[in-house]
Nanobody, 124 residues
Framework: QVQLVESGGGLVQAGGSLRLSCAAS????????MGWFRQAPGKEREFVAA????????YYADSVKGRFTISRDNAKTTVYLQMNSLKPEDTAVYYC?????????????????WGQGTQVTVSS
């Protein structure tokens, strides 16, 4: 089992920044990547970003590319999502998750462990 705890959400004005953190515990040796998803009211959960644990390769949704940056601290088994130039359409609950081995980073069904989520609200 892997436990994930997100933090760093909040209310920010459009154009502002937030940094989300996701701390992993438990069987972290089994992790090979971590991803961020988000879900706005009335919408499906969507992929935001992912990072591989070994090589640090990163992947982004087109909607956040150039504005969001995913990074990791292997020693702390923590992943960060730096969000800049935030827009009202970024408002959602943000979740970190760990994929099953060999899973497709972009598909939520491929993720085995999920955090409880943290709310991000961007006002116009």
């Amino acid at each position: 089992q892997v436990q994930l705890v997100e933090s760093g959400g909040g209310l920010v004005q459009a154009g502002g920044s937030l940094r989300l953190s996701c701390a992993a515990s438990g069987r972290t040796y089994s992790m090979y990547a971590m991803g961020w998803f988000r879900q706005a009211p009335g919408k499906e959960r969507e992929f935001v970003a992912a990072i591989s644990w070994s090589g640090g390769a990163t992947y982004y949704a087109d909607s956040v590319k150039g504005r969001f940056t995913i990074s990791r601290d292997n020693a702390k088994t923590t992943v960060y999502l730096q969000m800049n130039s935030l827009k009202p359409e970024d408002t959602a609950v943000y979740y970190c998750a760990v994929p099953q081995s060999g899973g497709n980073y972009y598909l939520s069904d491929e993720y085995r462990y999920w955090g409880q989520g943290t709310q991000v609200t961007v006002s116009s």
